[in-house]
């Protein structure tokens, strides 16, 4: 009888270990799609206002002489 319990004792650990495991890996799940989230509203930003403050106004820009001038420098 002692082994049945002690069985049993060891069924209900080894759940309540699995449960809680299960929790974790959940709880990592609805982190990880909040941080995919959170980086893809970033990026967009980024692309949205690249064109805007880059591209269109290089003559303008200080540091565009002073990448091109690091490029020139390289060569």
Known sequence: MAS?????????????????L???FVGCTVLLDSIVNDYC????HL??????LLL??????PFWYRLTEAEANNN
């Open 4 to 20: 049945n319990a002690s069985t049993r004792t060891g069924k209900k650990k080894t759940e309540l270990y699995r449960e809680k």
């Open 22 to 24: 299960t929790s974790h």
């Open 41 to 44: 509203q970033f990026y967009q």
């Open 47 to 52: 692309i949205k206002n690249f064109d805007s």
């Open 56 to 61: 269109n106004q290089r003559e303008d820009n």
